[in-house]
């Protein structure tokens, strides 16, 4: 018998990111697709259901009682469905590890070393996926996370990699012509590269300025960049200083490619972080041996 009435199956992917985060922006980043067909494929979901599924002002969004219940009922669904063809699938079976992991960690730190694990365990494959904005981190689809945590989450086991140190970074020629870098006051007159993002929690130039004590300057250009490994490859193509994260550029600085102007850094109790959801079944044999090289890395500090 044929399974009937089905809703535009699309629409409810729209629908269920939506519901979720409450907002058509995100579920659009998320799905990888424009706000407007966000939009387009819940006004499709509505009219098939002949229901407002939710309440929209200038500032907020919320669900009607109709859209509440009918999301529970997705969600339930998607989640089943999720994990049956997670069983099935196993994407190469045990011999593949998911690790998933923010833009900034994935580009500036994982990639550049993956290739040493690859090289001693060529029978297992690596599946790297980057999600930046996580809220729930134990609804990730992967075996092992690696993330900056400001407090540990919870739901996950946590084992630190290394403490946050921020400190200043540009280029060698930008260093040469801005030498009053060398001073904290001399940030006045050079151009600062800004990470716009309101979402991500690490700090801040405002924020960097008032821990280590000094009075926040104002620069004399600024440039705001939504994305942390874009902002470091525009430190890198001189276009002014940044701030930068202990770790996450130590192959730019051990290249030259980057230099840090003085020896001003800010240690904060944060910590970048592997994350694991808990199982009494323990991780499979190659997540184990992913996790153990991970840990030997000379970076990491076990603490």
Not at 262 to 272: H, P
Request: neutral net charge.
């Amino acid at each position: 018998m044929k399974i009937q009435p089905l809703p535009p199956l699309n629409s409810l992917l729209a629908f269920e990111s939506a519901a979720r985060h409450l907002s058509f922006t995100i579920a659009a980043k998320e799905l990888n697709v424009t706000q407007g067909a966000i939009s387009r494929q819940v006004r499709l979901l509505e009219e098939y259901l002949g229901k407002a599924l939710f309440i929209r002002t200038t500032r907020s969004m919320s669900l009607t009682p109709t859209g509440s219940q009918y999301y529970e009922t997705v969600r339930e669904c998607m989640q089943h469905l999720a994990r049956s063809t997670g069983e099935i699938r196993q994407w190469r079976g045990d011999q593949q590890v998911t690790v998933a992991t923010s833009t900034a960690m994935a580009s500036l730190w994982l990639l550049p070393k993956v290739a040493e694990f690859q090289s001693q365990h060529e029978d297992i494959d690596l599946r790297i996926i980057a999600h930046d904005h996580v809220k729930d981190y134990s609804r990730l689809d992967s075996d092992l996370a690696l993330y900056y945590c400001g407090t540990p989450p919870k739901g996950m086991e946590v084992t630190p990699l290394f403490s946050e140190e921020i400190f200043l970074v540009c280029s060698p020629g930008y260093l040469a012509k801005h030498p009053q870098l060398r001073f904290i006051d001399g940030l006045s007159s050079c151009t600062w590269l800004w990470l716009e993002d309101s979402q991500r929690d690490w700090i801040g130039w405002p924020e960097w300025f008032k821990r280590l004590g000094y009075e926040l300057l104002t620069p004399k250009h600024r440039v705001n960049i939504n994305s942390y490994s874009m902002l470091i490859q525009s430190a890198i193509s001189g276009q002014g200083v940044a701030l930068a994260w202990g770790n996450l550029v130590d192959e730019p600085l051990s290249t030259g490619v980057l230099v840090r102007p003085n020896d001003i850094i800010l240690q904060t109790d944060a910590k970048f972080c592997l994350l694991e959801s808990p199982s009494e079944r323990g991780p499979r044999q190659s997540v184990r041996l992913f996790r153990d090289w991970l840990m030997a890395l000379p970076s990491v500090r076990r603490e």
